[in-house]
C-alpha cells in the first residue's frame, strides 16, 4: 500500500514536471471519475444516476476551465496517465483497507505513513535532481 500512496504522489509531481498545468488539471479532473470506473470493475459498486450526472457536470467545467492552454507530449501523458491508474487503484484499494480494519481514514494513513516515507525516500532520488532539492533554503521560524 504505502509503494502505491507513494507512487500516486511522485507520478502526480512527475507529471506536472513534463506537462502544462492546464493539462495537469485536467487530468486531476479525471481522477474522481477513474475511481468511479475502478469501483464498478472490481468491487461491483453502482452508483445512482443522480451522482454519475453530476459527476459529468463536474468533469465537463473542470475541462472547460482547464481546457485554455493544454500542451500535450508523449512521455508527459504516459506520465500522467500512470499517475491517475496509480492514484485510482490506491484510492480504491485504501478504501477497502480501512473498511477490512474498521479504521478511520486517517488511521490507516498513519500506519502506512513510515513506509511510504521509506519508499519516497528511494524512488525520489530515482527520478528528481537531488542536489538542486538540498541546495534549497528551508528555515522554520519559531518565533511567535
Not at 528511494?122 to 519559531?142: G, K
Amino acid at each position: 500500500m504505502a509503494i502505491v500512496q507513494s507512487s500516486s504522489i511522485l507520478l502526480g509531481n512527475l507529471s506536472l514536471g513534463y506537462n502544462s498545468v492546464s493539462f495537469y488539471q485536467i487530468v486531476k479532473v479525471l481522477v474522481t471519475p477513474s475511481i468511479v470506473l475502478c469501483e464498478y470493475v472490481w468491487l461491483g459498486k453502482r452508483y445512482s444516476r443522480e451522482t454519475l450526472l453530476s459527476l459529468e457536470v463536474l468533469c465537463t467545467g473542470g475541462f472547460v476551465a482547464a481546457a485554455s492552454d493544454v500542451e500535450i507530449n508523449l512521455v508527459g501523458t504516459l506520465v500522467a496517465l500512470a499517475g491517475l491508474a496509480v492514484t485510482s487503484f490506491g484510492w480504491v484499494s485504501l478504501t477497502e483497507m480501512q473498511r477490512s480494519l474498521t479504521c478511520h481514514p486517517l488511521q490507516s494513513l498513519w500506519y502506512i505513513s513510515s513506509a511510504m516515507s521509506l519508499v519516497m525516500a528511494i524512488e525520489v532520488p530515482l527520478v528528481d535532481n537531488v542536489a538542486a532539492l538540498a541546495s534549497v533554503n528551508v528555515s522554520w521560524p519559531l518565533a511567535a
